[in-house]
DNA sequence: AAATTAAATAAACAGTGTTCATTATATTTG
DNA sequence: CAAATATAATGAACACTGTTTATTTAATTT
């Protein structure tokens, strides 16, 4: 049945332009100026076909996420390759960052947005991949903490501690706020508050 | 002229009305369910009259956003009586997070919106009252870590730090994550890396 | 009472997400 | 090949959003 089959490519196919009609408006106008009827302009198809091939826009918004974590995944592959557990925090850190201020959309997409995700009973699935890198910290801390004879700390516990951080660092910084604190000196801050923070935590 | 005098009462109050059905309405619906129609149904004027006494809803918002900073304020007056830089700092951090979990809608417009305040140009006056509050912090900061005798670091460096780990904190707590990282038990995990995070800095 | 000033509004514009009955296009059957 | 059926696409509507402008209503002054 090359037929059937040739109609799901198809299927798909319209399905993958959608998702990149969708994500080119992203990159251009941000999440305020995507919506389904731009996406459905750009594509040439009426808005109502967009809702054929999606629930709704967070499923499309949803999808976008997971773009944007594979996205970052590869921004973080030389973090990964370091052997050193300590020294892999630290550069998992700085790439952290260094996503964050280079695509606030996709940022925002990924870890600020809860219209992706509504119901906290899919949250475990919806997220998975947001999931797996905590987990993958997780495991780093803990092996950071054995080599520097850290005991009494729960590895999720500091893994948190260091998430909080330089998340609540791209926000001030997305958000305005570090231009506030001291103009034009957002991106020095930054780096300055990461390395305070990496020094207090791996004191020394 | 008591004429004019009442005439410009009047003006005073009617916004006074638009204010208290903005904050009405934001308490109840939130940010997402505010808009300026609903405020003049609640008032029973017109969507046209609001922008007789506010140049756009972005102004509503930063009005908000200092109401916001009022309340948060009386959240954090015990917390400043403290004596103790160290401890005052410790206060102040759970406070901060205290409010933040409690009142997410008023935390949004005063720390994660970039609505009520557009211009870069304008928002050292716009946001005068959280720069007053990171001052406030950064002072403390100076106080504690002359006590501690921790010298070559800068207080407004460790100020944003401590920013950064709340700040993040509360939006991961705001967005589900931390639900997703651990079910139930967010509260807890704020506690834990709250704590953590402030020995970790004025190590023991 | 008439003229002037100030306040409030109705209506429109250009958007938004979403739904549904209708139309157009393929595919399958007689 | 034509008719019946299944699939895909859409136009139009609904209920919203912020904002502007010409018009009407109300209050004040002459």
């Known amino acids: 049945?090359?037929?059937?089959e040739r109609k799901e490519r198809e299927k798909a196919e319209l399905r993958e332009l959608i998702l990149d009609a969708a994500k080119r408006i992203l990159l251009k106008s941000g999440q305020e100026g995507l919506s389904i009827r731009k996406i459905a302009n750009t594509i040439e198809y009426s808005p109502a076909t967009i809702y054929l091939y999606f629930k709704d826009k967070d499923e499309i918004l949803h999808e976008l996420m997971e773009m944007g974590f594979t996205l970052m995944n590869k921004f973080m592959t030389k973090a990964y390759e370091e052997k050193d557990a300590v020294k892999r925090i630290y550069l998992i850190g700085k790439a952290y960052v260094e996503f964050g201020l280079e695509h606030k959309d996709w940022y925002d997409l990924m870890?600020?947005?809860?219209?992706?995700?509504?119901?906290?009973?899919?949250?475990?699935?919806?997220?998975?991949?947001?999931?797996?890198?905590?987990?993958?910290?997780?495991?780093?801390?803990?092996?950071a903490m054995l080599s520097l004879q850290m005991h009494a700390l729960e590895e999720r516990i500091l893994a948190l501690q260091l998430w909080s951080c330089v998340h609540g660092l791209v926000n001030l910084a997305h958000t305005e706020r570090l231009e506030i604190v001291e103009r034009n000196q957002t991106k020095e801050l930054v780096s300055k508050t990461l390395d305070t923070m990496f020094l207090s935590i791996f004191h020394k």
């Open 1 to 4: 049945m090359g037929l059937a």
């Open 111 to 143: 870890f600020n947005s809860d219209k992706p995700m509504k119901h906290i009973e899919k949250c475990m699935e919806d997220w998975d991949a947001g999931m797996a890198m905590f987990n993958y910290l997780a495991s780093t801390c803990k092996e």
